[in-house]
């Protein structure tokens, strides 16, 4: 027969399981609300649409989003004198979120393309780029002959509802297309010989070579394309977009700009 407790015993106990009680609930309850958390519109708080995978314009380093369009959207947030918060979404639900007043811009590393204008408005341009390509050094040789050559390629990696998907689509549709969910697991790919090449940002791709040049990646540094990245809007929106054009436009932010755009992008024209 099990001994019984005495009254010190079961004070114990349960101060105990009450505690235990509180910390379970304590948690479940933060895990429920950073799930959920939704930024009301608020015309003191600029709310910015992020998809934080895609150095070195937008990433984390620790918990900090950091990278060019982070710059960026500091100033931007100073410059109309309101509070800078962060959205993180996934890429293809950037554009949704806007659309549903989640989010009041994007600034994601997005390319203006004429799709996209069909739903939202975008500034202009704030840098010059296009898609480029990431392969194995010992495949140099082999792409050397420029953008022909990447028919002869047996698969072709491209992140979902991208610029380079589309990319891919149209300029080599009888190549074997794999698609990822993010740059890291394309490059990883790439050195795994799973695939040939991963088309992406000109930015990003320099970098993931950058990175991974132990690994013996490096990049087809001829541009594929040109195109315009730039910030989207939505399109009722008008002092937001007009503001935003006067932030990149202000001769007085030129200089800092520049500085911005060149620490993160050296090669940025």
Same mark, same amino acid.
């Given at each position: 027969?099990?001994?019984?407790?005495?009254?010190?015993?079961?004070?114990?106990?349960?101060?105990?399981?009450?505690?235990?009680?509180? @910390?379970? !609930?304590?948690?479940?309850?933060?895990?429920?609300?950073?799930?959920?958390?939704?930024?009301?519109?608020?015309?003191? $708080?600029?709310?910015? !649409?992020?998809?934080?995978?895609?150095?070195?314009?937008? +990433?984390?380093?620790?918990?900090?989003?950091? !990278?060019?369009?982070?710059? +960026?959207?500091?100033?931007?947030?100073?410059?109309?004198?309101?509070?800078?918060?962060?959205?993180?979404?996934?890429?293809?639900?950037? @554009?949704?979120?806007?659309?549903?007043?989640? @989010?009041?811009?994007?600034?994601?590393?997005?390319?203006?393309?004429?799709?996209?204008?069909?739903?939202?408005?975008?500034?202009?341009?704030?840098?010059?780029?296009?898609?480029?390509?990431?392969?194995?050094?010992? *495949?140099?040789?082999?792409?050397?002959?420029? $953008?022909?050559?990447?028919?002869?390629?047996?698969?072709?990696?491209?992140?979902?509802?991208?610029? !380079?998907?589309?990319?891919?689509?149209?300029?080599?549709?009888?190549? &074997?297309?794999? $698609? +990822?969910?993010?740059?890291?697991?394309?490059?990883?790919?790439?050195?795994? &010989?799973? @695939?040939?090449? +991963?088309?992406? *940002?000109?930015?990003? $791709?320099?970098?993931?070579?950058?990175?991974?040049?132990?690994?013996?990646?490096?990049?087809?540094?001829?541009?594929?394309?040109?195109?315009?990245?730039?910030?989207?809007?939505?399109?009722?929106?008008?002092?937001?977009?007009?503001?935003?054009?006067?932030?990149?436009?202000?001769?007085?932010?030129? &200089?800092?700009?520049? &500085?911005?755009?060149?620490?993160?992008?050296?090669?940025?024209?």
């Amino acid at each position: 027969m099990p001994k019984k407790l005495s009254i010190k015993q079961r004070l114990v106990l349960i101060f105990f399981i009450v505690g235990v009680s509180l @910390i379970t !609930g304590c948690v479940s309850t933060g895990q429920k609300a950073a799930e959920s958390v939704v930024i009301a519109p608020d015309k003191n $708080i600029l709310r910015v !649409g992020v998809t934080p995978n895609a150095p070195p314009l937008i +990433f984390k380093q620790g918990n900090k989003i950091v !990278g060019l369009e982070a710059d +960026f959207a500091r100033e931007l947030a100073k410059y109309l004198d309101k509070s800078l918060r962060f959205v993180e979404l996934e890429w293809q639900d950037q @554009i949704p979120a806007l659309l549903e007043n989640r @989010i009041d811009i994007i600034m994601s590393g997005m390319t203006r393309t004429p799709l996209r204008e069909v739903r939202i408005a975008f500034t202009s341009r704030y840098l010059e780029s296009g898609q480029m390509a990431l392969i194995r050094r010992e *495949d140099a040789a082999r792409f050397s002959t420029g $953008i022909f050559s990447l028919h002869t390629s047996s698969a072709i990696g491209v992140i979902k509802n991208t610029f !380079g998907e589309y990319f891919v689509d149209e300029r080599y549709s009888s190549v &074997k297309k794999e $698609i +990822f969910s993010t740059p890291r697991a394309a490059t990883k790919a790439v050195i795994d &010989k799973k @695939i040939d090449m +991963f088309i992406y *940002d000109a930015p990003m $791709i320099l970098y993931l070579a950058s990175e991974n040049e132990n690994q013996g990646l490096t990049a087809l540094f001829a541009l594929l394309t040109r195109e315009d990245l730039a910030w989207g809007v939505r399109k009722d929106n008008t002092d937001l977009l007009n503001s935003a054009n006067s932030f990149l436009q202000n001769p007085n932010n030129e &200089k800092m700009l520049k &500085k911005m755009t060149q620490y993160w992008v050296p090669f940025a024209r």
